[in-house]
């Protein structure tokens, strides 16, 4: 078992930051890929970044390339996710989620997941 607490969140204007953690206890974290998913009332997930299990591979969806940046300390236990230039847009839950073996943006393939911090971009 591996249970995850995401923080950070907050409301923060347009082109604010702000970071998020993911803490993991449990399992050793280092054997877990971890994905980053948002979601807004009445939608679906939506895979925003995700993190190999060494960290030596990132992947990111288009719409935050190049502003959002997903890193990870295996000593603490911990993913990080920056949100840098902040859209309205960006507005949402955000998850993360830890898996052995998983396509980046296939929720489904994520076996633990956190409950979620809130992001709100005012503009």
């Known amino acids: 078992q591996v249970q995850l607490v995401e923080s950070g969140g907050g409301l923060v204007q347009a082109g604010g930051s702000l970071r998020l953690s993911c803490a993991a206890s449990?399992?050793?974290?280092?054997?877990?890929?971890v994905g980053w998913f948002r979601r807004t009332p009445g939608t679906e997930q939506q895979f925003v970044a995700f993190?190999?299990?060494?960290?030596?591979?990132?992947d990111y969806a288009g719409s935050v390339k190049g502003r959002f940046t997903v890193s990870r300390d295996n000593d603490k236990n911990a993913v990080y996710l920056q949100l840098n230039s902040l859209r309205p847009e960006d507005t949402a839950v955000y998850y993360c989620?830890?898996?052995?073996?998983?396509?980046?943006?296939?929720?489904?393939?994520?076996?633990?997941w956190g409950q979620g911090t809130q992001v709100t971009v005012s503009s």
């Open positions: 989620a830890a898996g052995t073996s998983v396509e980046p943006s296939r929720a489904n393939d994520y076996r633990y």
């Open positions: 449990g399992r050793p974290f280092s054997n877990f890929a």
């Open positions: 993190i190999s299990r060494s960290g030596s591979l990132t």
